[in-house]
């Protein structure tokens, strides 16, 4: 049974830097597509960025993302996923979300294509 654990949200001032991990049980980080989301009360989970299980980005991921201000990474030998902030804004403030696919692609995928979620961490950013 997969399962995955996020950790590390909290309140941080406005231009902070958090790294949220998700540690997976039941699967590895090498051999599917994985992904951090995040959503707000009211809104959909929105995708921050997917990685396929070679280590190559899915598609049209955030432009936080993208430009750099929220990185990704893992560490295999303790099967974790890592989600790095920085320079962090109020519209930030969410919950953030790891999720996992069965399969090693993710494509141009959301939310719909994963099949495993954590609990989620809070992440909560003020002034």
């Known amino acids: 049974q997969v399962q995955l654990v996020e950790s590390g949200g909290g309140s941080v001032q406005i231009g902070g830097s958090l790294r949220l991990s998700c540690t997976v049980s039941?699967?590895?980080?090498?051999?599917?597509?994985m992904g951090w989301f995040r959503q707000t009360p009211g809104k959909e989970r929105e995708k921050i960025a997917t990685?396929?299980?070679?280590?190559?980005?899915?598609?049209?991921n955030h432009k936080d993302f993208t430009e750099g201000r929220f990185t990704v990474a893992k560490d295999i030998a303790k099967n974790i996923l890592y989600l790095q902030m920085n320079d962090l804004k109020p519209e930030d403030t969410a919950v953030y979300y790891c999720?996992?696919?069965?399969?090693?692609?993710?494509?141009?995928?959301?939310?719909?294509?994963?099949?495993?979620w954590g609990r989620g961490t809070q992440v909560t950013v003020s002034s």
């Open positions: 990685i396929n299980g070679d280590d190559s980005w899915g598609r049209n």
């Open positions: 999720s996992s696919r069965i399969g090693y692609w993710c494509g141009d995928g959301g939310a719909s294509i994963f099949t495993y």
């Open positions: 039941g699967s590895t980080v090498t051999n599917s597509c």
